[in-house]
């Protein structure tokens, strides 16, 4: 059974740095693409960071970009979200999810396996 952990969230000031990572279990299938999304209190659950099985050209939502950074090994069947110059604006659950397939995707409803989720929350 595919299982994904999330680690290293917790309670940062504004400006601060966190790292997230997501840590696969159960794999049964090759190629895979893994994706992070957050949700905030009353809002919808959005896009934040995907990459693919090669690591190359990932994807990032607009909020994040430049200042968010995902990575992965596949050996460890892991990936990683690298949070720096944190906003009040970026508090919410971060949930790490993977589809079998080469490439991450933006879209939810693309991912077969979700982690339960980390809480993040940047003071200001």
């Known amino acids: 059974q595919v299982q994904l952990v999330e680690t290293g969230g917790g309670l940062v000031q504004a400006g601060g740095s966190l790292r997230l990572t997501c840590a696969g279990s159960?794999?049964?299938?090759?190629?895979?693409?893994m994706g992070w999304f957050r949700q905030a209190p009353g809002k919808e659950r959005e896009f934040v960071a995907a990459i693919g099985w090669s690591g190359e050209m990932p994807l990032y939502g607009d909020s994040v970009k430049g200042r968010f950074t995902i990575s992965r090994d596949n050996d460890n069947i892991t990936a990683y979200l690298q949070m720096n110059r944190l906003k009040p604006e970026d508090t919410g659950v971060y949930s790490c999810?993977?589809?079998?397939?080469?490439?991450?995707?933006?879209?939810?409803?693309?991912?077969?396996?979700w982690g339960q989720g980390a809480q993040v929350t940047v003071s200001s």
């Open positions: 999810a993977a589809q079998s397939g080469h490439w991450g995707s933006r879209r939810t409803n693309e991912y077969e396996y």
């Open positions: 159960g794999w049964s299938f090759l190629p895979y693409g």
